[in-house]
């Protein structure tokens, strides 16, 4: 069982960064692959961006490629979402996820936080 807790969230002007971070919960953090959706209002929850276990592999969508950074630190059960140059389409509901193996799809995560706001301003 994993209990994952989104935090860094909040209210930023169009160019700003933020860094989200998601704590987790057990003593088997390391053993799951971990990763970071969003939902903006009226849309479907969409993949954003998972690292591998050992931290090493990435994955991103195209439309943040370049700009947000997966990172993880297992000691501290802590995935982070470090984002930067951020656009007005960013604004959504970040949640953070985990699972077994690899995923790109919301029905193939295991474990879900309830989620942490950002809004960028034009």
């Known amino acids: 069982q994993v209990q994952l807790v989104e935090s860094g969230g909040g209210l930023v002007q169009a160019g700003d960064s933020l860094r989200l971070s998601c704590a987790a919960s057990g003593r088997t953090f390391e053993n799951y692959v971990v990763g970071w959706f969003r939902q903006a209002p009226g849309k479907e929850r969409e993949f954003v961006s998972r690292?591998?276990?050992?931290?090493?592999?990435?994955v991103y969508v195209d439309s943040v490629k370049g700009r947000f950074t997966i990172s993880r630190d297992n000691a501290k059960n802590t995935v982070y979402l470090q984002m930067n140059s951020l656009k007005p389409e960013d604004t959504a509901v970040y949640y953070c996820?985990?699972?077994?193996?690899?995923?790109?799809?919301?029905?193939?995560?295991?474990?879900w936080g309830p989620g942490t706001q950002v809004t960028v301003s034009s």
């Open positions: 996820a985990a699972a077994r193996r690899p995923f790109s799809r919301v029905g193939e995560c295991d474990y």
């Open positions: 690292i591998n276990r050992g931290g090493y592999s990435t």
